[in-house]
């Protein structure tokens, strides 16, 4: 069974720094690209990071670029993302999320339960 | 950047009624590359359609997907109480960029 447990969520003050982790099991890891998705309170689904199978390629939204960092360590099946200068619009639920193959013409096939992340003074 | 405009905003219906969610692209999706979730309060959200009309594993007949371009559309043929729930659109077309739409929200009517 494939499961991904998030971990990390916090209440940060702005400009703080936080670092989500997300524990998979179920599955072969390194043969899968991982990403993240966040949802603010009330909103929708916004694509955040994601990452290929072997680490060698990341990819950032606008939003995020040069403030997250995506990584994963597959020798621990652990994906992760450091979150620094964080503001009050990175508040959500981060969710880890599967993709189906690698990272280019796949689709999201397996979520996590989601961590809450609030930025507030 | 490709553009979902999903339609309409909240859909009121009963249990037993057909629902019809569309969801609209500003340029083509090309081969499909369009998937549909379900989330539910308080739930992440779940894999429901893949490749605009491939229904993922355990999602029963009900559920349908269907367009190409920049036209699609999920069918619910008969809601069931459990379908009543929030629906996303996702195209995987324009990587490494992936976009989601604004959703459709399916409640009772």
């Known amino acids: 069974e494939v499961q991904l447990l998030e971990s990390g969520g916090g209440l940060v003050q702005p400009g703080g720094s936080l670092r989500l982790s997300c524990a998979v099991s179920?599955?072969?890891?390194?043969?899968?690209?991982m990403s993240w998705v966040r949802q603010a309170p009330g909103k929708g689904l916004e694509w955040v990071s994601g990452i290929s199978g072997s680490g060698s390629s990341t990819y950032y939204a606008d939003s995020v670029k040069g403030r997250f960092t995506i990584s994963r360590d597959n020798s621990k099946n652990t994906l992760y993302m450091q979150m620094n200068s964080l503001r009050a619009e990175d508040t959500a639920v981060y969710y880890c999320?599967?993709?189906?193959?690698?990272?280019?013409?796949?689709?999201?096939?397996?979520w996590g339960q989601g961590t809450l992340v609030s930025v507030s003074s | 950047e490709i553009v979902l405009t999903q339609s309409p905003g909240t859909l009121s219906l009963s249990p037993g009624e057909r629902a019809t969610l569309s969801c609209r692209a500003s340029q083509s999706v090309s081969s499909s590359y369009l998937a549909w979730y379900q989330q539910k309060p308080g739930q992440a959200p779940r894999l429901l359609i893949y490749g605009a009309s491939s229904r993922a594993t355990g999602i029963p007949d009900r559920f349908s997907g269907s367009g190409s371009g920049t036209d699609f559309t999920l069918t619910i043929s008969r809601l069931e109480p459990e379908d009543f729930a929030v629906y996303y659109c996702?195209?995987?077309?324009?990587?490494?960029?992936?976009?989601f739409g604004g959703g459709t929200k399916v409640e009772i009517k």
């Open positions: 999320a599967k993709k189906s193959g690698g990272w280019y013409y796949t689709y999201f096939d397996y």
């Open positions: 996702q195209q995987y077309d324009n990587s490494p960029e992936l976009t």
């Open positions: 179920g599955f072969t890891f390194s043969s899968y690209a």
